[in-house]
């Protein structure tokens, strides 16, 4: 993929990969929660941690999400 090729995708559709990284990480997060409160599987500290890069990607998804407009083509990028 090119340089052009993103920045047309990312123009089209500025929302798209940013809502799907917040929602591929929510998901994850809620299967965890879910092993965790419904299976009654107690999490190590090592699971608990792994956890943390999923709320980064869930906010920085967010993040692109509310801001797709202002940051244009290359903010975008550059946030992806």
């Not at 190590?44 to 990607?57: D, E, G, H, I, M």
């Not at 906010?59 to 990028?77: E, P, T, Y």
Request: net charge positive.
């Amino acid at each position: 993929m090119t340089v052009a090729d993103l920045q047309t995708r990312l123009t089209a559709r500025p929302r798209l990969w940013p809502a799907a990284a917040f929602a591929a990480s929510l998901a994850m997060l809620a299967g965890a929660w879910g092993f965790q409160y419904i299976g009654g599987l107690q999490p190590c500290a090592l699971c608990l941690y792994q956890r943390w890069p999923y709320w980064v990607a869930m906010g920085i998804g967010l993040a692109g999400v509310l801001l797709a407009r202002r940051l244009g083509a290359r903010g975008m990028a550059a946030l992806a």
